[in-house]
Nanobody, 113 residues
Framework: VQLVESGGGLVQAGGSLGLSCAAS????????MGWYRQAPGKERELVAG????????EYADSVKGRFTISRDKAKNTIYLQMNSLKVGDTAVYYC???????WGQGTQVTVSS
């Protein structure tokens, strides 16, 4: 499975950004997808996950109520809508399966104060 993230950028605190992740290859084998992030000097963490059917989602406490994960099965794409962004959300964001396989390039999200 190949994963390509897009949609990152620079935003002020309190603002919003939307990320996309297009999957290609053996996508029929994917059951659970997630968004991860890695901030400078910190370990990579899982922030949101979604079951293949899209009806079940889970979030890390740090983003609950602010981030929304969704998927479009027809397009083999998952999304992460990020609202009320905080400086602490600054990180490189990656999509991957849960548990993760090979990592893509990720997309940088920078939140300024």
């Amino acid at each position: 499975v190949q994963l390509v993230e897009s949609g990152g950028g620079l935003v002020q605190a309190g603002g919003s950004l939307g990320l996309s992740c297009a999957a290609s290859g053996s996508t029929s084998s994917i059951n659970i997808m997630g968004w991860y992030r890695q901030a400078p000097g910190k370990e990579r963490e899982l922030v949101a996950g979604i079951i293949r059917g899209g009806g079940i989602t889970e979030y890390a406490d740090s983003v609950k109520g602010r981030f929304t994960i969704s998927r479009d099965k027809a397009k083999n794409t998952i999304y992460l809508q990020m609202n009320s962004l905080k400086v602490g959300d600054t990180a490189v964001y990656y999509c991957n399966t849960i548990p993760p396989g090979l990592w893509g390039q990720g997309t940088q999200v920078t939140v300024s104060s």
